[in-house]
Protein backbone atom coordinates (compact mmCIF):
# COMPACT_ATOMS: atom_id res chain seq x y z
CA UNK A 1 0.00 0.00 0.00
CA UNK A 2 1.08 4.03 -0.92
CA UNK A 3 -0.29 6.69 0.68
CA UNK A 4 0.52 9.63 -0.96
CA UNK A 5 -0.32 13.23 0.40
CA UNK A 6 -1.32 16.02 -2.00
CA UNK A 7 0.00 19.46 -0.61
CA UNK A 8 -2.79 21.23 -1.68
CA UNK A 9 -5.48 19.61 -1.29
CA UNK A 10 -4.41 19.01 2.52
CA UNK A 11 -3.38 22.79 2.61
CA UNK A 12 -7.05 23.63 2.06
CA UNK A 13 -7.91 20.99 4.41
CA UNK A 14 -6.07 22.41 7.25
CA UNK A 15 -6.99 25.93 7.24
CA UNK A 16 -10.76 24.44 6.55
CA UNK A 17 -9.95 22.60 10.27
CA UNK A 18 -8.39 25.32 11.91
CA UNK A 19 -11.22 27.95 10.95
CA UNK A 20 -13.54 25.38 12.10
CA UNK A 21 -12.13 25.22 15.35
CA UNK A 22 -11.53 29.08 15.61
CA UNK A 23 -15.35 29.29 14.59
CA UNK A 24 -16.52 26.42 17.20
CA UNK A 25 -14.58 28.19 19.88
CA UNK A 26 -15.61 31.61 19.52
CA UNK A 27 -19.10 30.66 19.14
CA UNK A 28 -20.06 28.01 20.19
CA UNK A 29 -23.60 26.49 19.50
CA UNK A 30 -24.40 23.27 17.25
CA UNK A 31 -23.91 24.84 13.75
CA UNK A 32 -20.18 26.01 14.63
CA UNK A 33 -19.78 21.94 16.08
CA UNK A 34 -21.20 20.57 13.09
CA UNK A 35 -19.24 21.78 10.49
CA UNK A 36 -16.24 21.30 13.20
CA UNK A 37 -17.49 17.61 13.77
CA UNK A 38 -17.67 17.08 9.82
CA UNK A 39 -14.30 18.85 9.55
CA UNK A 40 -12.69 16.14 12.12
CA UNK A 41 -14.58 13.21 10.47
CA UNK A 42 -13.86 13.61 6.49
CA UNK A 43 -10.72 11.84 6.52
CA UNK A 44 -11.86 8.48 8.94
CA UNK A 45 -14.86 8.62 6.72
CA UNK A 46 -12.98 9.02 3.28
CA UNK A 47 -10.70 6.51 4.01
CA UNK A 48 -13.46 3.68 5.60
CA UNK A 49 -15.34 4.66 2.03
CA UNK A 50 -12.22 3.80 0.19
CA UNK A 51 -11.71 0.51 2.25
CA UNK A 52 -15.27 -0.52 1.19
CA UNK A 53 -14.95 -0.11 -2.16
CA UNK A 54 -11.97 -1.83 -2.36
CA UNK A 55 -13.16 -4.91 0.16
CA UNK A 56 -15.68 -5.26 -2.76
CA UNK A 57 -13.57 -4.80 -5.58
CA UNK A 58 -13.45 -7.63 -8.20
CA UNK A 59 -10.91 -7.82 -10.89
CA UNK A 60 -10.08 -10.85 -13.33
CA UNK A 61 -7.07 -10.46 -15.96
CA UNK A 62 -6.51 -12.92 -18.97
CA UNK A 63 -4.93 -13.10 -22.42
CA UNK A 64 -5.91 -15.94 -24.91
CA UNK A 65 -2.36 -17.93 -24.25
CA UNK A 66 -0.77 -18.71 -21.13
CA UNK A 67 2.50 -19.03 -22.78
CA UNK A 68 3.17 -16.47 -24.84
CA UNK A 69 6.70 -14.98 -26.52
CA UNK A 70 8.69 -12.17 -25.74
CA UNK A 71 7.41 -9.54 -28.10
CA UNK A 72 4.38 -10.56 -30.09
CA UNK A 73 1.27 -9.29 -29.88
CA UNK A 74 -1.89 -10.72 -27.88
CA UNK A 75 -4.98 -10.00 -26.59
CA UNK A 76 -5.72 -9.07 -22.96
CA UNK A 77 -8.77 -8.65 -21.12
CA UNK A 78 -9.67 -7.19 -17.92
CA UNK A 79 -12.81 -7.89 -16.62
CA UNK A 80 -13.70 -5.14 -13.10
CA UNK A 81 -16.65 -5.46 -11.32
CA UNK A 82 -18.06 -3.38 -7.80
CA UNK A 83 -20.15 -6.06 -5.59
CA UNK A 84 -20.31 -3.62 -3.31
CA UNK A 85 -23.38 -1.18 -2.31
CA UNK A 86 -21.54 1.84 -2.78
CA UNK A 87 -20.35 3.38 -6.42
CA UNK A 88 -16.58 3.78 -7.05
CA UNK A 89 -15.80 7.36 -8.31
CA UNK A 90 -12.63 7.55 -10.30
CA UNK A 91 -10.66 4.96 -9.13
CA UNK A 92 -7.01 4.64 -11.63
CA UNK A 93 -5.55 2.15 -12.64
CA UNK A 94 -1.65 1.13 -12.15
CA UNK A 95 -0.47 -0.58 -14.78
CA UNK A 96 3.17 -2.68 -15.42
CA UNK A 97 4.45 -0.46 -18.17
CA UNK A 98 8.02 -1.40 -17.19
CA UNK A 99 7.42 -4.70 -18.31
CA UNK A 100 4.59 -4.90 -20.64
CA UNK A 101 2.38 -2.52 -23.51
CA UNK A 102 -1.12 -2.29 -23.39
CA UNK A 103 -1.90 -0.41 -26.36
CA UNK A 104 -5.56 0.57 -25.39
CA UNK A 105 -5.09 1.14 -21.56
CA UNK A 106 -3.39 4.09 -20.40
CA UNK A 107 -1.13 3.85 -16.48
CA UNK A 108 -3.55 6.10 -14.71
CA UNK A 109 -6.29 5.30 -16.50
CA UNK A 110 -9.64 6.16 -14.49
CA UNK A 111 -13.00 3.89 -14.21
CA UNK A 112 -16.12 4.58 -12.48
CA UNK A 113 -18.14 1.58 -11.78
CA UNK A 114 -21.60 2.35 -10.17
CA UNK A 115 -23.57 -0.06 -7.60
CA UNK A 116 -22.72 -3.86 -8.63
CA UNK A 117 -21.65 -2.84 -12.07
CA UNK A 118 -19.07 -4.84 -14.76
CA UNK A 119 -16.93 -3.36 -16.99
CA UNK A 120 -14.58 -5.36 -19.49
CA UNK A 121 -11.44 -3.02 -20.94
CA UNK A 122 -9.52 -4.89 -23.90
CA UNK A 123 -6.01 -3.95 -25.12
CA UNK A 124 -3.51 -5.09 -26.92
CA UNK A 125 -0.88 -6.80 -25.41
CA UNK A 126 3.12 -7.61 -25.64
CA UNK A 127 5.52 -8.33 -23.33
CA UNK A 128 8.94 -7.02 -23.30
CA UNK A 129 11.13 -9.73 -21.01
CA UNK A 130 11.39 -13.53 -20.80
CA UNK A 131 10.50 -14.88 -17.91
CA UNK A 132 7.78 -15.51 -15.53
CA UNK A 133 6.24 -12.23 -14.25
CA UNK A 134 3.18 -10.44 -13.13
CA UNK A 135 1.70 -8.30 -16.25
CA UNK A 136 -1.57 -6.08 -17.04
CA UNK A 137 -2.87 -4.40 -13.85
CA UNK A 138 -1.08 -3.81 -10.57
CA UNK A 139 -2.83 -1.75 -8.25
CA UNK A 140 -6.06 0.60 -8.42
CA UNK A 141 -6.03 4.48 -6.97
CA UNK A 142 -8.12 5.93 -4.75
CA UNK A 143 -8.35 9.48 -3.92
CA UNK A 144 -10.91 11.02 -0.99
CA UNK A 145 -13.29 13.65 -2.39
CA UNK A 146 -11.57 16.56 -1.64
CA UNK A 147 -7.95 15.36 -2.95
CA UNK A 148 -6.08 15.12 0.25
CA UNK A 149 -4.91 12.32 -0.04
CA UNK A 150 -4.50 8.85 -2.54
CA UNK A 151 -3.65 5.61 -1.42
CA UNK A 152 -2.90 2.98 -4.01
CA UNK A 153 -3.61 -0.94 -3.26
CA UNK A 154 -2.88 -4.11 -5.12
CA UNK A 155 -5.12 -5.74 -7.21
CA UNK A 156 -6.82 -8.53 -5.67
CA UNK A 157 -6.08 -10.83 -8.45
CA UNK A 158 -2.87 -10.78 -10.36
CA UNK A 159 -2.52 -12.33 -13.91
CA UNK A 160 1.38 -13.67 -14.12
CA UNK A 161 2.70 -14.64 -17.83
CA UNK A 162 4.98 -16.96 -18.54
CA UNK A 163 7.05 -15.45 -21.09
CA UNK A 164 8.99 -17.60 -23.56
CA UNK A 165 12.36 -16.08 -25.25
CA UNK A 166 13.21 -15.30 -28.85
CA UNK A 167 14.64 -18.29 -30.39
CA UNK A 168 17.97 -15.79 -31.90
CA UNK A 169 21.48 -16.80 -32.62
CA UNK A 170 23.52 -14.73 -29.69
CA UNK A 171 24.86 -18.08 -28.29
CA UNK A 172 27.01 -18.68 -32.37
CA UNK A 173 29.50 -15.84 -31.88
CA UNK A 174 30.63 -17.43 -28.76
CA UNK A 175 30.50 -21.06 -29.55
CA UNK A 176 31.74 -20.42 -32.78
CA UNK A 177 35.52 -19.97 -30.88
CA UNK A 178 35.18 -23.49 -30.81
CA UNK A 179 34.16 -24.93 -34.55
CA UNK A 180 38.35 -26.06 -34.50
CA UNK A 181 37.06 -28.28 -32.11
CA UNK A 182 33.40 -28.86 -32.15
CA UNK A 183 33.44 -29.24 -36.30
CA UNK A 184 36.21 -32.18 -35.96
CA UNK A 185 33.53 -34.20 -33.99
CA UNK A 186 33.97 -32.94 -30.37
CA UNK A 187 37.51 -33.56 -30.14
CA UNK A 188 39.41 -32.06 -27.37
CA UNK A 189 42.18 -29.77 -27.07
CA UNK A 190 43.94 -31.06 -24.24
CA UNK A 191 43.23 -35.03 -23.89
CA UNK A 192 44.30 -37.65 -26.45
CA UNK A 193 42.84 -41.16 -26.90
CA UNK A 194 44.89 -44.01 -25.30
CA UNK A 195 45.73 -45.83 -28.44
CA UNK A 196 47.96 -44.24 -31.25
CA UNK A 197 46.60 -42.89 -33.77
CA UNK A 198 47.80 -42.05 -37.67
CA UNK A 199 49.60 -38.99 -37.39
CA UNK A 200 53.58 -39.62 -37.33
CA UNK A 201 56.39 -37.28 -35.41
CA UNK A 202 60.17 -37.93 -35.08
CA UNK A 203 60.67 -40.21 -31.73
CA UNK A 204 61.19 -38.45 -28.80
CA UNK A 205 63.00 -39.39 -25.47
CA UNK A 206 60.34 -40.87 -23.44
CA UNK A 207 57.82 -41.90 -26.07
CA UNK A 208 56.13 -45.31 -25.29
CA UNK A 209 58.02 -48.18 -27.50
CA UNK A 210 54.32 -49.42 -28.56
CA UNK A 211 53.78 -45.38 -30.39
CA UNK A 212 56.97 -46.58 -32.65
CA UNK A 213 56.27 -47.20 -36.39
CA UNK A 214 58.42 -49.71 -36.69
CA UNK A 215 57.91 -50.14 -40.80
CA UNK A 216 58.05 -46.25 -41.19
CA UNK A 217 60.89 -46.00 -39.02
CA UNK A 218 63.10 -48.71 -41.32
CA UNK A 219 62.01 -46.56 -44.51
CA UNK A 220 63.34 -43.54 -43.00
CA UNK A 221 66.53 -45.32 -40.87
CA UNK A 222 65.22 -42.96 -37.66
CA UNK A 223 62.63 -43.49 -35.31
CA UNK A 224 59.20 -42.57 -36.11
CA UNK A 225 56.28 -42.09 -33.70
CA UNK A 226 52.47 -42.40 -33.84
CA UNK A 227 51.04 -39.33 -32.14
CA UNK A 228 47.71 -40.34 -30.16
CA UNK A 229 44.21 -38.40 -31.85
CA UNK A 230 42.99 -36.08 -30.28
CA UNK A 231 40.13 -37.40 -27.76
CA UNK A 232 36.35 -37.20 -28.62
CA UNK A 233 34.13 -36.02 -26.32
CA UNK A 234 31.34 -38.51 -24.82
CA UNK A 235 28.98 -35.52 -24.98
CA UNK A 236 28.26 -31.51 -24.80
CA UNK A 237 26.82 -30.31 -21.36
CA UNK A 238 25.60 -27.15 -20.44
CA UNK A 239 25.38 -26.32 -17.02
CA UNK A 240 23.09 -23.41 -16.12
CA UNK A 241 24.07 -21.34 -13.25
CA UNK A 242 20.59 -19.31 -12.59
CA UNK A 243 20.80 -16.33 -9.94
CA UNK A 244 18.94 -17.05 -6.60
CA UNK A 245 16.80 -14.40 -5.71
CA UNK A 246 13.44 -14.54 -3.82
CA UNK A 247 10.01 -13.40 -6.00
CA UNK A 248 9.47 -10.39 -3.57
CA UNK A 249 12.87 -8.88 -4.76
CA UNK A 250 12.97 -10.10 -8.40
CA UNK A 251 12.66 -6.10 -9.98
CA UNK A 252 13.51 -4.60 -13.31
CA UNK A 253 17.03 -5.35 -13.55
CA UNK A 254 16.61 -8.61 -12.40
CA UNK A 255 13.92 -9.17 -15.36
CA UNK A 256 16.73 -7.61 -17.64
CA UNK A 257 19.39 -10.48 -16.51
CA UNK A 258 16.75 -12.98 -16.65
CA UNK A 259 15.61 -12.21 -20.10
CA UNK A 260 19.33 -12.21 -21.58
CA UNK A 261 19.74 -15.26 -19.59
CA UNK A 262 17.19 -17.01 -20.92
CA UNK A 263 17.94 -16.25 -24.21
CA UNK A 264 21.68 -17.15 -23.75
CA UNK A 265 20.59 -20.58 -22.70
CA UNK A 266 17.66 -21.47 -25.44
CA UNK A 267 20.40 -20.41 -28.42
CA UNK A 268 23.07 -22.33 -27.27
CA UNK A 269 20.66 -25.28 -27.15
CA UNK A 270 19.86 -24.65 -30.65
CA UNK A 271 22.91 -24.19 -32.24
CA UNK A 272 23.57 -27.88 -31.32
CA UNK A 273 20.90 -29.57 -31.87
CA UNK A 274 20.21 -27.75 -35.07
CA UNK A 275 23.99 -29.55 -36.03
CA UNK A 276 22.38 -32.52 -34.69
CA UNK A 277 24.78 -32.71 -31.23
CA UNK A 278 22.95 -34.34 -28.48
CA UNK A 279 23.91 -31.56 -25.67
CA UNK A 280 23.05 -31.93 -21.70
CA UNK A 281 21.18 -29.56 -20.47
CA UNK A 282 22.24 -29.51 -16.23
CA UNK A 283 19.69 -26.55 -14.95
CA UNK A 284 17.99 -25.60 -11.15
CA UNK A 285 13.67 -27.01 -11.70
CA UNK A 286 13.63 -26.61 -7.60
CA UNK A 287 16.67 -28.55 -7.17
CA UNK A 288 19.53 -30.15 -9.66
CA UNK A 289 18.06 -31.92 -12.94
CA UNK A 290 19.02 -32.89 -16.29
CA UNK A 291 17.61 -33.35 -19.73
CA UNK A 292 19.27 -34.37 -23.14
CA UNK A 293 18.37 -32.40 -26.23
CA UNK A 294 19.22 -34.74 -29.10
CA UNK A 295 16.06 -33.83 -31.15
CA UNK A 296 13.56 -30.81 -32.44
CA UNK A 297 11.01 -32.35 -30.06
CA UNK A 298 13.66 -32.81 -27.10
CA UNK A 299 14.52 -28.94 -27.98
CA UNK A 300 10.73 -27.72 -27.71
CA UNK A 301 10.23 -29.53 -24.42
CA UNK A 302 13.27 -27.42 -22.88
CA UNK A 303 12.40 -23.94 -24.54
CA UNK A 304 8.54 -24.49 -23.03
CA UNK A 305 10.13 -24.88 -19.73
CA UNK A 306 12.91 -22.31 -19.60
CA UNK A 307 10.77 -19.18 -19.11
CA UNK A 308 9.47 -20.80 -15.83
CA UNK A 309 11.05 -23.59 -14.94
CA UNK A 310 14.69 -22.70 -14.10
CA UNK A 311 14.46 -21.66 -9.94
CA UNK A 312 15.43 -23.21 -6.23
CA UNK A 313 13.46 -24.59 -3.71
CA UNK A 314 15.79 -23.54 -1.41
CA UNK A 315 19.51 -21.68 -1.10
CA UNK A 316 20.85 -24.83 -0.48
CA UNK A 317 20.08 -26.57 -3.85
CA UNK A 318 21.59 -23.03 -5.09
CA UNK A 319 25.02 -23.71 -3.09
CA UNK A 320 24.70 -26.81 -5.17
CA UNK A 321 24.63 -25.43 -8.73
CA UNK A 322 27.43 -23.12 -7.24
CA UNK A 323 29.95 -26.18 -6.20
CA UNK A 324 28.90 -28.11 -9.10
CA UNK A 325 29.75 -24.98 -11.46
CA UNK A 326 32.98 -24.73 -9.52
CA UNK A 327 33.96 -28.17 -9.80
CA UNK A 328 33.70 -29.10 -13.58
CA UNK A 329 36.98 -29.55 -15.15
CA UNK A 330 38.21 -32.07 -12.05
CA UNK A 331 34.61 -34.05 -11.79
CA UNK A 332 33.99 -33.63 -15.56
CA UNK A 333 37.17 -34.02 -17.46
CA UNK A 334 36.25 -35.96 -20.26
CA UNK A 335 33.17 -33.64 -20.99
CA UNK A 336 32.69 -30.47 -23.16
CA UNK A 337 31.04 -27.93 -20.93
CA UNK A 338 29.82 -24.89 -21.15
CA UNK A 339 29.12 -22.65 -18.14
CA UNK A 340 26.49 -19.80 -18.59
CA UNK A 341 26.21 -17.97 -15.45
CA UNK A 342 23.23 -15.54 -15.08
CA UNK A 343 25.02 -13.13 -12.82
CA UNK A 344 28.76 -13.02 -13.41
CA UNK A 345 31.43 -11.73 -10.56
CA UNK A 346 34.20 -9.41 -11.21
CA UNK A 347 36.36 -10.97 -13.95
CA UNK A 348 34.06 -13.67 -14.86
CA UNK A 349 32.43 -14.23 -18.38
CA UNK A 350 28.40 -15.12 -19.01
CA UNK A 351 29.62 -17.85 -21.27
CA UNK A 352 32.66 -20.16 -20.33
CA UNK A 353 33.53 -23.50 -22.54
CA UNK A 354 35.57 -25.69 -20.44
CA UNK A 355 36.83 -28.41 -23.01
Known sequence: MNLRIHPAGAAIYLFCLASCVAFASFYGGPVSFAWLYACLLLLPLSALYIFLNYHFLRLYQEIEVHRVVRGEDHKYLAKIENAGPLPIHRMRLRTWDDRCHLYEIENGQEVSLGIYEKKELRSGISCIYAGSYDIGIRKVAFTDPFSVFTVELEVPCTFRAVVSPQITDIADKVLDLENPVNSTGLKSRRLSEETPGSDLRPYQPGDPLRAINWKVSARFSELV???????????VAILVLASFVPDKMQDLDFLKKRDFFLELIVSA?????????????????GKVSESTVDSYESFQDSYAAAADGIFYHSEEEYEKMRKLAANLRSTYDKDTWILIREDPGPGEDTCVIIA
Open 269 to 285: AWHFGRQGIPVRLVCPA
Open 225 to 235: TRVPDKMEKRT
